[in-house]
Nanobody, 121 residues
Framework: QVQLVESGGGLVQAGGSLRLSCAASGRIFSINAMGWYRQAPGKQRESVATITSSGITNYADSVKGRFTISTDNAKNTVFLQMNSLKPEDTAVYYC???????????????WGQGTQVTVSS
């Protein structure tokens, strides 16, 4: 019942920046956590950055100091500012939102469709 729309992916040279956005819509009673995950070719999906409703953030070691996750709670949107991009950041990035649905009154775990980020050498 919760839909996520991602945007902001693209192709950028190493050292460049991109800002990903993910907006959640639907009958959302609450959002408990939002995050970004990525999956590179031949690799497992991994957590990149997460943020809880209380503002606690966690970053993968590989992106610490370069990526920043933030939210606009009024718009149910999560962002991922990616700076100093490296070729190894190339992956499909997925946003994730967890919370309680106002329709079912149970927890939901929604995923975006993914946005491609390609970093050239």
């Amino acid at each position: 019942q919760v839909q996520l729309v991602e945007s902001g992916g693209g192709l950028v040279q190493a050292g460049g920046s991109l800002r990903l956005s993910c907006a959640a819509s639907g009958r959302i009673f609450s959002i408990n956590a939002m995050g970004w995950y990525r999956q590179a070719p031949g690799k497992q999906r991994e957590s990149v950055a997460t943020i809880t409703s209380s503002g606690i953030t966690n970053y993968a070691d590989s992106v610490k100091g370069r990526f920043t996750i933030s939210t606009d709670n009024a718009k149910n949107t999560v962002f991922l500012q990616m700076n100093s991009l490296k070729p190894e950041d190339t992956a499909v990035y997925y946003c994730n939102v967890r919370g309680i649905s106002s329709i079912t009154w149970v927890t939901y775990d929604a995923w975006g469709q993914g946005t491609q980020v390609t970093v050239s050498s």
